[in-house]
């Protein structure tokens, strides 16, 4: 009977749906519930932003006819950012706030990440520099078959709107030192839209080790290791003059978690692909701080 019992299990996780929902650690059945897409949304001090964003990702999701979720994760903001989420969800049920420790953007999207239902994961600055309705340009029909689509202010294609000159030449001068020592062939690692397949996802985010602005490149880098397949995707792309990025600053610490990753690789920290899944994503949960609140 025993036996019997194994085999019958054994038959029914054969023949889960592949983009059937794999319960996470801390969550049970009744917490999860499939979608086809998942929101990510990292905040910091966003209490400004988000009121502007937050309607237009309302009306993009309500448009569409398939399911979303939309995961703000507050990575231990000071001002009113957890305020404002709040009272967006009294009119949007698909809005999940997470509240983490703070730790940086990488930090919150990877809890983001580690949370989310979809079957396509997107990862969206609160700023909305790329317009919410763009989103349909990393899914299908118009793209499938990748593990990962990356948004490109570079390629052919795309567009800048309102970008200072000096910013644009930073940007460019970090992508050339970033296809030299990390990612090679890939105009822009840093935009903050990217949509992952649900499974490169889980693959990817527990081995993840930079907290910082730096995480991008990491995650491309290790996406690459492990080959899969990365697409660039041509946006339109605004610029935001109140963005939190601190030009020189925020260059120096990314270039010195560029260095890190190359530090990490030759440590061979990022060796475990062939660990097996849930171990993975457990070490992952275990690495992260405790959420302080989600609702």
Not at 22 to 40: D, H, K, R, V, Y
Not at 231 to 253: A, F, G, K, L
Not at 272 to 280: C, E, H, I, K, W
């Amino acid at each position: 009977m025993l036996i019997l019992s194994l085999f019958v299990i054994i038959r029914a996780i054969d023949r889960t749906a592949p983009n059937e929902v794999l319960i996470m650690p801390g969550q049970t059945p009744e917490s999860t519930a499939m979608c086809f897409l998942s929101i990510i949304v990292p905040a910091y001090n966003e209490e400004k932003r988000l009121p502007n964003s937050l309607p237009k990702i309302i009306d993009f999701v309500r448009q569409q006819d398939y399911s979303i979720e939309v995961i703000v994760v507050d990575d231990g903001s000071t001002d009113r950012t957890v305020d404002v989420v709040r009272e967006f969800q009294q009119e949007a049920e698909f809005i999940t706030l997470r509240q983490v420790e703070h730790g940086g953007k990488g930090h919150a999207v990877r809890a983001g990440m580690m949370q989310a239902h979809g079957r396509y994961l997107f990862l969206c600055d609160s700023d909305l520099s790329m317009p919410i309705e763009e989103v349909t340009k990393f899914l299908p029909p118009v793209l499938d078959g990748y593990d990962l689509a990356i948004a490109s202010r570079e390629i052919e294609g795309a567009r800048r709107y309102n970008e200072p000159a000096y910013r644009h030449l930073m940007g460019r001068i970090f992508n050339l030192i970033v296809r030299l020592l990390a990612v090679h062939g890939i105009q822009d690692t840093q935009a903050g839209f990217k949509c992952f397949q649900r499974e490169a996802a889980r693959q990817l985010f527990p081995l993840q080790t930079i907290d910082g602005w730096g995480f991008d490149v990491e995650i491309l880098f290790i996406a690459r290791r492990q080959g899969m397949q990365i697409v660039e995707v041509p946006i339109n792309w605004y610029y935001e003059d109140r963005s939190q990025v601190r030009p020189i600053q925020d260059t120096y610490n990314m270039l010195r978690e560029v260095l890190k990753v190359r530090l990490n690789a030759w440590q061979g920290r990022y060796q475990s692909a062939g660990q097996d899944l849930d171990q993975r994503v457990n070490q992952s949960a275990n690495q992260q701080s405790p959420p302080i609140g989600e609702s």
